[in-house]
């Protein structure tokens, strides 16, 4: 079946530590990719999309990640994780530029202070 | 602000009945989709309306089923409540005719919680 997979259902860092997040899809064809974040209480928002071009996006709050084709991946990553990551992070799929999004299970990070 | 309102933020439904819930996309947006997000999982999509038709459809029974008004606000319906309905019910607008590559980003409410008993 066709579906968005996220490797990690819960990641524990301590502030500064680095960040990767698993992202995988199996849908064949043109993709759009997102990372979304769900803040404890609040909707979700978008962190960083990719559509074409350099395979490597960078997001808001210094998020970045990276499209591998080959491996049909989009990982996230962040060089050294604030207290204030602490959230649900979600990889979607958009297929055939639809607006039509499939979510990953989501990967909850919980940040140490 | 998020700019897609929904409601009622909660609910309490008792098993068999039905539940409306509204959404009100962003200003300027014309496509309403709806995603059931349930605890610990990711959303998934429920279906998409546009020009007041379904569009487009995820793996959901008929119990749920849903409208768009010529204001673009939408509705989701669901009837015969089970317990697992119980979830986080989360509407999304978009502009369609944009695609994503201009810088159209799909938008999400807060959310719907329902609970079933």
């Known amino acids: 079946a066709q579906s968005v997979s996220q490797h990690n259902h819960h990641v524990i860092l301590s502030e500064a530590a680095s960040l990767e997040l698993g992202c995988n899809y199996s849908?064949?064809?043109?993709?759009?990719l997102f990372w979304y974040v769900q803040y404890p209480g609040q909707h979700l928002q978008l962190l960083l999309k990719?559509?074409?071009?350099?395979?490597l996006v960078k997001g808001i709050k210094g998020f970045e990640a990276e499209f591998i084709k080959s491996k049909f991946s989009f990982n996230l990553r962040k060089p050294s994780v604030q207290w204030s990551d602490t959230a649900e992070y979600f990889c979607a799929v958009d297929r055939y530029n639809n607006n039509d999004m499939r979510f990953g299970a989501g990967t909850r990070l919980t940040v140490k202070p | 602000d998020a700019g897609v309102t929904q409601s009622p933020t909660h609910l309490i439904k008792t098993r068999g009945q039905q539940v409306t819930l509204r959404c009100s996309p962003k200003s300027g947006h014309d496509t309403v989709s709806w995603y059931q997000q349930a605890l610990g999982q990711g959303p998934q999509f429920i279906f998409q309306y546009y020009e007041e038709e379904e569009r487009q459809r995820g793996n959901f029974p008929d119990r749920f089923s849903g409208h768009q008004f010529p204001n673009y606000s939408s509705e989701l319906n669901v009837n015969a409540l089970l317990l697992g309905d119980s979830a986080l019910y989360l509407c999304?607008?978009?502009?369609?005719?944009?695609?994503?590559?201009?810088?159209?980003?799909?938008?999400f409410g807060e959310g719907s919680w329902l609970t079933v008993v």
């Open positions: 849908y064949g064809g043109t993709v759009n």
């Open positions: 999304a607008s978009s502009l369609a005719g944009t695609n994503l590559i201009s810088g159209n980003t799909i938008y």
């Open positions: 990719y559509f074409s071009g350099d395979p």
